[in-house]
């Protein structure tokens, strides 16, 4: 059911909000979501299309119990508010059978990561329940047509000191390998240019040995998915961005996984790809398992983005029990309960859709970025707390109009999805604790 409290054609007031808006702006800042506006102003650009996107995950989450256990917490990944993506809304689904006593979203300790944390109740010997939820992002796309054609390969001295990290050889990322190094100069040879190499990996990393990939595939022999054992019998999408980020690693390139949901037609568990720094650009992402330097933004919702500790504490597919090697995106705290996965039919599973594609001018573009960053910041800090009275009536108020914004923009009307993020936003501010 649409919300709507005034009986004002919302179009007409989006121009009036936005003056309104940028006048309380200035003068009102948040105070209770820790977030400051200035870290993100929107700009006014030149006056062409951008394209925003409008993502939604869908997650099914089957844990079976071993024994009785009181009750336990389950952390799944969360969408950061990272680069061209920020996260609009999260919706746990009534078919759930968990029992569910509390859920929020909270910053991992490495940033920008986040993470759901579901609070369970207690479950009984061989007893399973299921979470099943959605959630919906926002992305800008970003097509990399500002990309340079040529980038020095940086010297280590010349990197800002916070991506040095992912420069770390780990378990599963042998960078320091003969074998990883050589591979990586023949891709380099005698050209320095960055860009060019970085598409050398991605291609390479996609093709070699690609029948021993299929032969893998058929036969269900997945082994580990460290960068060695890829480079000499390819891999999956684990295996291939370790591959991926050895090879940059080598030749003193940062680069990391990514952990990501993508759109597909068929449902899966996670899917990793890789990003790699460009001296004076940032990240760029590569979709090594398909062999795409970049890669756009609107094709797949960033979940985590791994650091050296992650690719150190890795685990065993679900399906392929020797294929070994793969980074977390959930975690439970109680030792006696373990995820299902049966055949991505039944059991847990994921799978991301593209709910709408819009083009807009750059302004609205920019400030519908701009406003669902600020409000999800508010929805981040209210949700899980025991809200009462009026305070409970305006975070249901806003999170009403959170709704009737996504469908607004599913109904192809920026203008509309602004004007609702600006009521919620309005219903925030209301809340006084």
Same mark, same amino acid.
């Given at each position: ?16 909000? $936005? ?51 009181? @009750? ?7 969408? %950061?508010?990272?680069?061209?993506? +920020? ?26 990561? /986040?993470? !759901?944390?579901?609070? *369970?109740?207690?479950? @009984?010997?061989?007893?399973?329940? @299921? ?7 926002? !992305? ?7 990309? %340079?054609?040529? +980038? ?6 010349? #990197?800002?000191?916070?991506?040095? *990290? ?11 390998? $003969? =074998? ?11 050209? &320095? ?37 890829? #480079? ?10 370790? =591959? ?7 030749? /003193? !390139? ?35 398992? /398909?062999?795409?330097? %970049?890669?756009?933004? /609107? &094709?797949?919702? $960033?979940?985590?983005?791994?650091? %050296? ?35 991505? !039919? ?15 001018? @750059? ?33 249901? &108020? ?7 914004? $996504? ?27």
């Amino acid at each position: 059911m649409k919300i709507h409290s005034i009986n004002t054609n919302p179009k007409k007031l989006v121009a009036v909000s $936005i003056i309104i808006l940028l006048i309380l702006l200035a003068f009102s800042p948040i105070v209770s979501s820790e977030y400051n506006f200035n870290d993100n102003p929107y700009t006014t650009q030149e006056d062409e299309d951008k394209e925003l996107d409008l993502l939604r995950s869908e997650h099914y989450l089957f844990v079976n119990a071993s024994d009785d256990v009181d @009750s336990f917490y389950i952390r799944f990944a969360f969408p %950061p508010d990272y680069q061209y993506q +920020v996260p609009i809304l999260f919706e746990l689904l009534n078919d759930s059978t968990a029992e569910v006593l509390n859920y929020h979203i909270e910053d991992d300790k490495n940033e920008p990561n /986040k993470v !759901v944390n579901f609070t *369970i109740g207690p479950m @009984s010997k061989d007893e399973m329940v @299921s979470i099943h939820f959605n959630y919906w992002v926002l !992305v800008k796309n970003h097509e990399y047509e500002d990309l %340079p054609e040529k +980038v020095k390969i940086p010297k280590r001295r010349e #990197l800002p000191e916070e991506t040095k *990290i992912w420069l770390t050889p780990t378990s599963v990322v042998q960078s320091r390998s $003969i =074998l990883i190094h050589l591979r990586a100069r023949q891709l380099r040879g005698i050209s &320095n240019n960055l860009i060019r190499f970085a598409s050398r990996v991605a291609k390479f990393t996609r093709i070699h040995r690609y029948g021993l990939f299929l032969l893998q595939l058929w036969t269900g022999t997945f082994g580990s998915q460290d960068a060695i054992t890829t #480079l000499l019998r390819n891999g999956e999408c684990p295996g291939r961005s370790h =591959l991926g980020c050895a090879l940059f690693r080598s030749q /003193k !390139v940062p680069a990391r996984v990514i952990l990501a949901n993508p759109s597909n037609r068929f449902w899966y568990q996670i899917h990793c790809m890789t990003e790699f720094y460009l001296p004076e650009y940032g990240w760029v992402l590569t979709e090594v398992h /398909k062999g795409i330097m %970049p890669y756009e933004p /609107k &094709n797949q919702i $960033i979940v985590r983005i791994c650091y %050296p500790e992650d690719e150190e504490d890795t685990h065993p597919d679900f399906f392929f029990q020797r294929m070994d090697g793969i980074e977390y995106w959930f975690w439970i705290d109680e030792e006696n309960v373990s995820p299902c996965y049966k055949d991505l !039919v039944e059991g847990s599973k994921s799978n991301m859709f593209i709910e709408s594609e819009v083009f807009t001018d @750059s302004f609205t573009a920019e400030f519908a970025f701009f406003m669902t960053k600020a409000v999800f910041h508010q929805y981040e800090y209210y949700l899980g707390m025991n809200l009462t009275g009026e305070n409970l009536d305006h975070f249901q &108020n806003a999170t009403g109009f959170q709704k009737q914004a $996504i469908d607004e923009l599913i109904d192809y009307n920026p203008d509309d999805y602004i004007y609702y993020i600006d009521r919620a936003y309005d219903e925030y501010k209301l809340i006084d604790l």
